[in-house]
């Protein structure tokens, strides 16, 4: 006999396969070139950091050794300590696993990379639909944070970057279904693997701001379902109990290993480099500032973004499923993460990070605040779909009046994006 949460899954997954047909048209258009093998990530940390590690770990493998130690690096190291040799992450074991025969060439970690580009896609669309009830706004965010400016600009030279990033969305799309539809324990785990899952895949300050988004979302979905504290204590204990054991083969050496180098011992100015603050320009003028645009979300999904967080009204969705629709509490959680992580991308050429470094834990461990863009990005996108949810909400003759506005304010923002794009190259 099905359950209600049997029901409700089956109607969340019926209808999808074409939204979800379409972002991987999508994407294998954009990689195209990178799949049919006539183009490459540029060599970099790319080629010579992360394909390097992930050859040494197939060739252990098949030699049938767990790759706990690198002899010839430096005189030996402890290969499995390094975080970002992901040596226990079981996607880069099914991709050694699949390309075996040809010796893990370079083309196969190309793939791995773009594979997780279409997860990232696909968990925004899974977390935007569930949060607006629409498979439009759910495409729109998996564009926006799939194809936008960051995962596609160094994450794609720094992998453990962009695999850490991309298990995000398919975490915080968990807990919500655990909170707000259930049944809440099987959810809350399955989100302490996937959070565990981003910690294997290599990068500490990434999978940092991951547990913080994680948390902070969790707890706002708890005081939405107001759910009991003891209650959200004990379902929140479930989850970090299975993330830490999920990933204890990660963490456990890389503590030990930190200790002994480098990164030990940093100071302030080690760690509170960020972007100057007209680096943000980029939302909406990709490239003027630099040569990557991790700011950018796309020009359309900035302006419905901005509708968000501009509308008045509070638009509820006609599916009667609790926790469906866009809300006020919503787009000002999803608000406040956009600006309090614009604020620490900053570093020290803002207000906001040189508090973290002394009150919040891990943010003293790591430089290059930048990299905090990343979740930018992702509440951007999330930002965007509520804001299309609300314009799709209006009735029609509103809808056109205000997709004029938006048009007009669309066109004076390419029109200044191609002025300062000009001065950039003049200059």
Not at 66 to 84: E, H, N, R, V, Y
Not at 340 to 360: K, M, P, Q, W
Request: charged share 10%; proline share 6%; glycine share 8%.
């Amino acid at each position: 006999m099905s359950t209600d949460s049997d029901r409700r899954f089956a109607r969340f997954t019926t209808g999808h396969w074409p939204a979800l047909a379409l972002w991987t048209a999508v994407w294998l258009l954009f990689f195209a070139p990178l799949l049919a093998g006539v183009a490459h990530i540029a060599n970099g940390d790319f080629s010579g950091q992360f394909h390097a590690f992930g050859l040494f770990q197939a060739r252990e493998m098949a030699a049938g050794r767990l790759p706990l130690w690198s002899p010839g690096s430096f005189g030996g190291f402890p290969f499995a300590a390094d975080p970002q040799s992901a040596a226990f992450y079981p996607l880069r074991w099914l991709t050694i696993l699949l390309s075996l025969p040809w010796d893990f060439p370079y083309y196969a970690l190309q793939l791995e990379a773009s594979l997780h580009i279409w997860l990232a896609g696909a968990f925004a669309y899974c977390l935007a639909y569930d949060i607006t009830r629409r498979r439009a706004t759910g495409l729109l965010a998996a564009f926006a944070f799939g194809l936008g400016g960051y995962l596609t600009s160094y994450p794609l030279l720094q992998l453990a970057i962009l695999e850490s990033i991309t298990w995000l969305p398919a975490i915080l799309f968990l807990l919500r279904r655990a909170l707000l539809n259930g049944p809440a324990r099987p959810l809350a785990a399955a989100a302490g693997v996937a959070l565990g899952l981003s910690v294997l895949a290599g990068h500490p300050q990434t999978a940092l701001h991951v547990v913080y988004v994680a948390a902070v979302y969790y707890l706002f979905l708890a005081w939405r379902a107001r759910r009991p504290i003891w209650a959200t204590v004990k379902l929140g204990a479930l989850l970090g109990v299975i993330a830490l054991g999920v990933s204890a083969a990660a963490w456990l050496p890389a503590v030990r290993y930190t200790a002994e180098t480098m990164r030990a011992n940093v100071d302030y100015a080690f760690v509170s480099s960020g972007f100057p603050l007209l680096d943000y320009l980029q939302l909406v003028a990709p490239g003027v500032r630099s040569l990557w645009s991790p700011q950018y979300i796309g020009l359309a999904a900035a302006l419905f973004a901005a509708l968000a967080l501009f509308q008045r009204d509070r638009v509820t969705a006609a599916d009667p499923t609790p926790g469906g629709g866009v809300s006020r509490s919503e787009i000002a959680c999803w608000g406040a993460v956009a600006l309090i992580t614009l604020c620490l991308s900053l570093g020290d050429n803002g207000i906001l990070f040189e508090l973290a470094y002394h009150v919040a834990p891990g943010f003293a461990l790591f430089r290059q605040q930048e990299r905090l863009a990343g979740v930018f990005s992702l509440a951007m996108a999330l930002l965007a779909a509520q804001g299309l949810a609300i314009w799709l909400s209006r009735p029609r003759p509103s809808r056109v009046a205000e997709g004029r506005a938006v048009l007009r304010v669309g066109g004076l923002l390419l029109l200044a994006g191609i002025t300062l794009a000009a001065m950039r190259d003049q200059a």
